[in-house]
């Protein structure tokens, strides 16, 4: 047995003490990869690092694309154009959409005097409110989407005057939109993370089919 006196026990204690600092310092602490977390992670992460860290998730209703179907159909004795409009809207959010929202679209004739914002689509509920209506949607998962085939109405302007039915067309696409002039005196729509890019502008035919009219 090596007889050890109180220094010699005291220097292999502080000699333990050394390596074991070192070797915790040398390990790498393990860092989560933040870049790859889905929600249930981030949520336990949140746990973990303790709250001080707020995690929150909120929709965000956007229009992905919107796209005229065929040739606008004017009728005059009516006196009105419809024009075959497809919409696809998209919750590009982390959270459920649970509350209705519509969609729709207004357009007009950039070289006659037809506009509207009345859209409908075949099976689908017309929204009541915000003006304008267009079709009821009755809420959206996170990073769903929906395509809505249907149509756009366009009336002369004023109604009492002659149609001019016009070639060439702007239309814009819009989900969770309210047309009512009253709309700020009372809450309206969904809550988003981004409330700038629930319209989408398109022309028919594409701007780079577009020819002047003949003088």
């Known amino acids: 047995m090596v007889d050890m006196n109180g220094k010699t026990l005291a220097l292999c204690i502080g000699l333990c003490l050394v390596l074991s600092s070192s070797m915790v310092l040398g390990e790498k602490a393990a860092i989560p990869d933040t870049t790859k977390m889905t929600r249930v992670d981030t949520v336990a992460l949140a746990k973990i690092i303790g709250s001080d860290l707020t995690v929150t998730f909120d929709p965000d209703l956007t229009v992905t694309s919107a796209k005229v179907l065929g040739d606008p159909i004017v009728l ?3 006196k009105l154009v419809v024009v075959p409009l497809e919409i696809t809207v998209k919750n590009a959010g982390t959270a459920d959409v649970t509350e209705d929202f519509n969609v729709g679209a207004e357009g007009w004739a950039t070289d006659g005097n037809v506009f509207g914002f009345h859209y409908l689509a075949p099976g689908e509920d017309e929204m009541e409110r915000g003006g304008g209506g267009g079709v009821l949607c009755t809420g ?3 990073g769903a989407e ?7 109405i366009l009336y002369s302007q004023p109604i009492t005057a002659t149609m001019q039915p016009g070639s060439n067309y ?4 819009m989900v969770d939109y309210n047309l009512d002039p009253d709309a700020c005196y009372y809450d309206w729509g969904v809550s988003e993370t ?3 890019n629930n319209e989408l502008t398109i022309y028919y035919p594409p701007t780079f089919l577009m020819v002047a009219p003949l003088k």
């Open 76 to 78: 005059v004795g009516p």
């Open 194 to 196: 981004d409330e700038t």
């Open 170 to 173: 702007e239309i814009k696409a």
């Open 140 to 142: 959206l998962a996170a």
């Open 146 to 152: 929906k395509t809505y085939r249907g149509f756009l």
